[in-house]
C-alpha cells in the first residue's frame, strides 16, 4: 500500500472524548427535552452512551447495529420503538455522523416498528455537515469535503493499526 493511498489516522485524546461528551451532556441538559434512557448504538456509541449515561443520570440501554446479526438490532429496535410509543424518551447515541447511514437505517427500521418519533432524539461526538441526515446534539462539526482524516476514538486506539487502515479504506468515499 503507497503512502499516498494510506487515510491520515487521527487519534482522538482521552481528555478531548471526555469533554465532547461533556458537551453533549450539558446541551442535552439545559433543553427542555430529557431522556428516560440513552441507548448506545454498537459499537461506535457504546462507549459515549455510558459516559452520558452517568452524566445525565439516565439508564443505558443498546443495540448492535454494526454487526449486522439478525436479532441484535432490528428486533432490540423494535421493543424500544414499543417503549417510545408508550411515551418512553430515548436518546440515541453514536461516535459519529459521517455519511448519516447509521442513523437513516435506525431511524427507518424505528419508523417501521412503529415508533413514536416526538420521543426519539440522536447525540454525536463528530457531525459532518455533509451528512445525509441531521442530529439533535453533537459535540464538534466536521465538514468531508475538507476534513479527511480518519478520526480513531480512544475504544478504538487499542485496535492493530492495519485494521484500523483496513477499515479506513473500506470506506474510500469518506478519505476521498
Known amino acids: 500500500m503507497s503512502t499516498a493511498a494510506s487515510p491520515q489516522l487521527y487519534y482522538i485524546p482521552h481528555d478531548d472524548f471526555v469533554a465532547d461528551t461533556q458537551a453533549v451532556a450539558h446541551a442535552v441538559a439545559r433543553g427542555d427535552w430529557m431522556p428516560d434512557f440513552v441507548v448506545g448504538i454498537g459499537r461506535g456509541g457504546l ?3 455510558v459516559f452520558l449515561s452517568h452524566a445525565l443520570k439516565v439508564h443505558m440501554l443498546s443495540i448492535d447495529h454494526s454487526s449486522k446479526v439478525p436479532g441484535f ?4 429496535l423494535g421493543k424500544v420503538a414499543a417503549k ?10 453514536d461516535d459519529i455522523n459521517d455519511s448519516g447511514g447509521t442513523i437513516a437505517d435506525i431511524r427507518r427500521l424505528l419508523a417501521e416498528a412503529g415508533c413514536d418519533t416526538g420521543n426519539v432524539r440522536f447525540a454525536v461526538l463528530l457531525d459532518n455537515v455533509r451528512s445525509r441526515v441531521r442530529v439533535d446534539y453533537h459535540a464538534k462539526t466536521i465538514d468531508r469535503a475538507e476534513d479527511k482524516r480518519w478520526f480513531v476514538f480512544p475504544w478504538e486506539a487499542v485496535g492493530m493499526s492495519e485494521t484500523i ?3 479506513a479504506l473500506s470506506v474510500p468515499h469518506r478519505l476521498a
Request: aromatic share 4%.
Open 47 to 49: 462507549v459515549p452512551a
Open 73 to 76: 438490532a432490528d428486533e432490540l
Open 84 to 93: 417510545s410509543a408508550d411515551g418512553v424518551r430515548l436518546l440515541f447515541v
Open 165 to 167: 487502515v483496513e477499515e
